[in-house]
């Protein structure tokens, strides 16, 4: 079992190593890079031409190991991201008129790109066969059309947009998204066969909503990590036995922690960017496979990727159109910026089964173009401005 630390300290240095030496900084960001890998490692291509080498190397026990870590790391990301989703605050700034530009540039983009799935894909060779097609339908389009706050951090920094007017406007707009992606996750990827345990779970999730935030006021700051921790974890598991998922629990805990009791954790993103996302990244691309042809995996994720670029020019159109064409398409490139956020959503379909693991395959490639072309397309309309 201690093979697994070597395999670990591998997936870490060699990406990283060969994304210098290749000089891919500047393009591509290092998380996708990580997942491409994975994917060439993957069952599908390494596995199928090497089959015995690669057995021999994730054995049952190296991919029980791999996918705690995994789990762990993607409740502490998704944690993080519901500690950044503070509803109040972004009212507060922007007023009630942030409603409708999210409306405009998040809502009609999921509903096109939705009505796109139930004609386009249509076919058991990409959702699961006991799934209702409005259920995919619907996923998908929030999974196509999703933007990863992460991501686009990276790329105002890039741009130097960072703190800036332009750039907290676009980062309270994903501020909704994220919102979107999680009732997805809640209504119609988890609640319905497990109704009077999720009615538990919300009745208890609101009388903590109260009481933590008052709790931690009457507790030390000292106590403020050993609490917060537990609560992420354990809320995670109790959303898990209410039939929802333990990655909606961790977000819900972090809604839930104020900023005041968060202070310890503030470097705690970086942290886990380099001690357990490796892990998740690429791990996600060895779990990628696929039955079909592997033209018709590539074929699917430029047509999602056409998708997402259509529909989101039109809800930042309706949007910001007065503000010119030039601005439109600016935003439009910079909202392309998917990353973990699509892959974690698609992770979730894909273990509901709302989703094959044909389409999985190809969000995960749609997910890694999308973010690989989002900063080159915006310097390119931002240099017009």
Not at 174 to 180: A, K, R
Not at 338 to 357: D, F, H, Q, R
Request: with cysteine; charged share 10%.
């Amino acid at each position: 079992m201690s093979n697994i630390l070597i395999i670990i300290a591998l997936m870490i240095i060699v990406p990283w190593v060969l994304w210098k030496i290749l000089r891919l900084e500047t393009w591509v960001p290092l998380p996708m890079f990580q997942v491409v890998l994975g994917i060439a490692l993957g069952p599908s291509i390494t596995g199928h031409y090497f089959p015995e080498l690669w057995n021999s190397f994730f054995t049952d026990q190296i991919k029980t190991g791999l996918n705690a870590i995994q789990m762990i790391a993607i409740s502490i990301f998704a944690f993080i991201a519901g500690s950044e989703l503070k509803i109040g605050e972004v009212i507060k700034e922007e007023g009630n008129s942030i409603w409708l530009q999210g409306l405009k540039v998040i809502a009609v983009p999921i509903l096109i790109a939705s009505m796109c799935f139930w004609f386009l894909f249509d076919s058991v060779v990409w959702h699961g066969k006991d799934i209702p097609l409005w259920q995919f339908a619907w996923s998908m389009g929030v999974a196509t059309c999703i933007t990863a706050m992460p991501m686009l951090v990276v790329a105002l920094k890039q741009l130097g947009l960072w703190e800036t007017a332009l750039g907290r406007k676009l980062l309270l707009l994903v501020t909704f998204d994220d919102l979107v992606l999680w009732m997805t996750v809640l209504f119609v990827i988890s609640l319905g066969t497990y109704l009077t345990k999720s009615a538990i779970f919300f009745a208890a999730f609101a009388v903590l909503w109260y009481l933590w935030p008052r709790f931690l006021e009457k507790t030390k700051s000292t106590s403020w990590p050993i609490l917060t921790v537990s609560l992420a974890f354990g809320l995670g598991y109790f959303s898990d036995w209410a039939g929802l998922h333990y990655v909606l629990g961790a977000f819900l805990a972090g809604m839930i922690s104020p900023r005041f009791s968060l202070e310890w954790n503030k470097e705690m993103e970086t942290i886990q960017m380099y001690w357990l996302m490796p892990v998740f990244f690429i791990w996600t691309g060895l779990r990628t496979n696929w039955s079909t042809d592997w033209s018709l995996i590539i074929g699917a994720a430029l047509i999602m990727y056409i998708i997402s670029l259509v529909t989101k020019f039109i809800g930042v159109w309706l949007a910001y159109r007065n503000l010119g064409m030039n601005e439109v398409l600016f935003k439009t490139s910079l909202l392309q910026n998917k990353g973990l956020m699509e892959i974690l959503l698609g992770t979730v379909m894909l273990g509901a089964n709302i989703i094959s693991s044909n389409m999985f395959a190809a969000i995960v490639l749609m997910s890694v173009l999308s973010t690989i072309t989002a900063v080159p397309l915006a310097k390119l309309f931002y240099k017009k401005n």
